[in-house]
Nanobody, 122 residues
Framework: QVRLVESGGALVQPGGSLRLSCAASGITLDSHTVAWFRQAPGKEREFVAGINWDGSKTTYADSVKGRFTISRDDAKDTVYLQMNTLKPEDTAVYFC???????????????WGQGTQVTVSS
């Protein structure tokens, strides 16, 4: 099981940008398909973006398409989420997890990290 640690969350104004990092601990990230999810207060956790094991395919939720970009650097065992043109509705705790290659919206593990808080507010 891959252990992933999220970081990079912050308070940012609407229209601003942030880059989140998802770092693997104790194992190399190559050959693993990874996705970002988020959970806003009072809401279910939802899929945000996924990237397959070699970075050749990315998938996005409709709500972030065109604004967010997921990428990976296997030399650093890290997956990134570049978030641009942030909106108040992007406010949530963001998590990353290993997911199925056949469906990046489904996590392979029920174990989640602490996540990183993103707050978009003026």
């Amino acid at each position: 099981q891959v252990r992933l640690v999220e970081s990079g969350g912050a308070l940012v104004q609407p229209g601003g940008s942030l880059r989140l990092s998802c770092a693997a601990s104790g194992i190399t990230l190559d050959s693993h398909t990874v996705a970002w999810f988020r959970q806003a207060p009072g809401k279910e956790r939802e899929f945000v973006a996924g990237i397959n094991w070699d970075g050749s395919k990315t998938t996005y939720a409709d709500s972030v398409k065109g604004r967010f970009t997921i990428s990976r650097d296997d030399a650093k065992d890290t997956v990134y989420l570049q978030m641009n043109t942030l909106k108040p509705e992007d406010t949530a705790v963001y998590f990353c997890n290993e997911v199925y290659y056949s469906d990046v919206r489904v996590s392979r593990s029920d174990s989640w990290g602490q996540g990183t808080q993103v707050t978009v507010s003026s």
